[in-house]
């Protein structure tokens, strides 16, 4: 997914017993300078090494819990790891739309091939859905008031 305008760009269906980390360069489109990863994804950069990408991995979670905010060095650490979990959180934003949007939420197994068309549609009007709720805050951005009350009933 693009952090910047929350639309995603590659779905891999995979099976469940497959690791994410054996699937991360192919959902790369080589346009990318940065890329976010949750813990899960430590050691990617011993796998990537052609270098054409910075990796920014969370750190592990027993990793973390062991660092001491009264030492200036852990405190920046601390720092680093929020600042890498904002930009994850934007990634999480279409899950939540496929999940509370359009009420899948729980995957029944038809094939692996049917699954993945199935996210990919999702993912597909996930990007349409985002797209025009940009489109309404950049219409809405200039407004000073508001209405609480709509003609017509919206899906939000």
Known sequence: MDAESGLVHTVIGTAAN??????????LHGEEADVYADAGYQGIQKRC???????HVA???AKRRKLDLSDRLDAIYVQIERLKAGVRAKVEHPF????????YTKTRYRGLMKNTAQIATLFALGNLWMTRKGCAKRETRGRRHMSLKRASPRLD
């Open 96 to 103: 939540r739309i496929i999940k509370r949007q359009f009420g």
């Open 59 to 61: 750190m592990g979670p």
């Open 18 to 27: 497959a690791q994410d980390i054996n699937t991360a360069e192919a959902l």
């Open 49 to 55: 090494a052609d270098g054409s990408v910075r990796w």
